[in-house]
C-alpha cells in the first residue's frame, strides 16, 4: 500500500496568519500518461464529517474559500490556508487515490495560538 | 445530494453485522461507493470500495474476508457485510460517494455523518 505521512502532526497558527501542512506518499501518485496527481485534501471539524476541500493536488472543490490552495506533485504535496480563520480549526487530511487501495494520511490538527 | 448511514451497534466479538447507507440527490448507479472507518480518536481509514454499474469490489487488505461490500441501484443503497468482528474494528464507519464515474479517478466528494459500530463482550 502507498503510505501516506503528512506533517507536523499539529500546528497552532495567529489568526490571519499562513499555515502550511506537507504531506508525502511512499511512491508517485503521479500518472504519467495524464499528468494528473491523485491526491486530495479534506477537512474534517470535531463531530462532522470530512469535507472534500482539494482533489488533483491543487483543484478546489466548489464553495471552498480560496484561501485554501493546494500544491506538489510526485511524492511531495502542501496543503496551505493563506490566512487562517477561526473557523479553519480542524484536523486536515490528505489521501492517495492513485491506488486501488486508498489510504490517508494520519492527519494534522490545526489550532489558533 | 445526501448519504444517511444505518445499522450501527453494540456486538459482541466475533459477530456480525450488516451497515447500509441510502444514498439520494444523485444518479447513485454512476457512482463508485465507499465506506471509510474512523476508531474513536483516531484518523480516517479506507475500508472498502464498489463500482458503480459493475460488480468490481476492492477492500483493504487487514479487511479481505471478513468484510464484504454491494450495492442495490433499484434501491440507491449501499451495504457492508461485517462477519467475526474484533474490537479494533470499532470505529464510526461513513459512507463516501465516489467524485468521479470511474473509481480510478474518484476522491470522495460526499460523505455521511456515519454509523457507530462498537465491539464489546
Known amino acids: 500500500d502507498i503510505v501516506m505521512t503528512q506533517s507536523p502532526d499539529s500546528l497552532a497558527v495567529s489568526l490571519g496568519e499562513r499555515a502550511t501542512i506537507n504531506c508525502k506518499s511512499s511512491?508517485?501518485?503521479?500518472?504519467?500518461?495524464?499528468?494528473?496527481?491523485?491526491l486530495a485534501w479534506y477537512q474534517q471539524k470535531p463531530g462532522q464529517p470530512p469535507k472534500l476541500l482539494i482533489s488533483w493536488a491543487s483543484i478546489r472543490e466548489s464553495g471552498v474559500p480560496d484561501r485554501f490552495s493546494g500544491s506538489g506533485s510526485g511524492t511531495d504535496f502542501t496543503l496551505t490556508i493563506s490566512s487562517l480563520q477561526a473557523e479553519d480549526v480542524a484536523v486536515y487530511y490528505c489521501q492517495q487515490y492513485y491506488s486501488i487501495r486508498r489510504t490517508f494520511g494520519q492527519g494534522t490538527k490545526v489550532e489558533i495560538k | 445530494v445526501q448519504l444517511l448511514e444505518s445499522g450501527g451497534g453494540l456486538v459482541q466479538p466475533g459477530g456480525s453485522l450488516r451497515l447500509s447507507c441510502a444514498a439520494s440527490?444523485?444518479?447513485?448507479?454512476?457512482?463508485?461507493m465507499s465506506w471509510v472507518r474512523q476508531a474513536p480518536g483516531k484518523g480516517l481509514e479506507w475500508v472498502s470500495s464498489i463500482g458503480g454499474n459493475t460488480d468490481t469490489t476492492y477492500y483493504a487488505d487487514s479487511l479481505r474476508g471478513r468484510f464484504s461490500i454491494s450495492r442495490d441501484n433499484s434501491k440507491n443503497t449501499l451495504y457492508l457485510q461485517m462477519h467475526s468482528l474484533r474490537a479494533e474494528d470499532t470505529a464510526l464507519y461513513y459512507c463516501?460517494?465516489?467524485?468521479?464515474?470511474?473509481?480510478?479517478?474518484?476522491?470522495?466528494?460526499?460523505w455521511g455523518q456515519g454509523t457507530k459500530v462498537t465491539v464489546s463482550s
Open positions: 463516501a460517494k465516489g467524485s468521479s464515474g470511474t473509481y480510478g479517478e474518484a476522491a470522495f466528494d460526499v
Open positions: 511512491q508517485s501518485v503521479l500518472y504519467s500518461s495524464n499528468n494528473k496527481n491523485y
Open positions: 440527490g444523485f444518479i447513485f448507479s454512476s457512482y463508485a
